[in-house]
């Protein structure tokens, strides 16, 4: 089995940054995709970002231009960096994994980001 584990989370003014991490543990090899959604508090879990093996990555519109996600093979973690932060922004951001030849998605046990003055 194979499972997301985050960290990186936090309290930040508007217009900051932040970096998430997710490390992913256990059967690696069966990897196909890791990304981020997101839910705010009253909404439905969104789509943030995602990087399918090979490199190809994807992001929300709205986070376009600001947020950016990458990958450490070698240490079997996705990283999202999220710049020029917005109030709207705040959710709670979940890993996800999806594994070769599966439609499931493996879920970390989510971050609280939080971006106020």
């Known amino acids: 089995q194979v499972q997301p584990v985050e960290s990186g989370g936090g309290l930040v003014q508007p217009g900051g940054s932040l970096r998430l991490s997710c490390a992913a543990s256990g059967s690696i090899n069966s990897i196909y995709v890791m990304g981020w959604y997101r839910q705010a508090p009253g909404k439905e879990r969104e789509l943030v970002a995602r990087i399918i093996s090979g490199g190809r990555t994807n992001y929300a519109d709205f986070v376009k231009g600001r947020f950016t996600i990458s990958r450490d093979n070698a240490k079997n973690t996705v990283y999202l960096q999220m710049n020029s932060l917005k109030p709207e922004d705040t959710a709670v951001y979940y890993c996800?994994?999806?594994?070769?030849?599966?439609?499931?998605?493996?879920w970390g046990q989510g971050t609280q980001v939080t971006v106020s003055s």
């Open positions: 996800y994994i999806v594994r070769v030849g599966s439609n499931s998605y493996i």
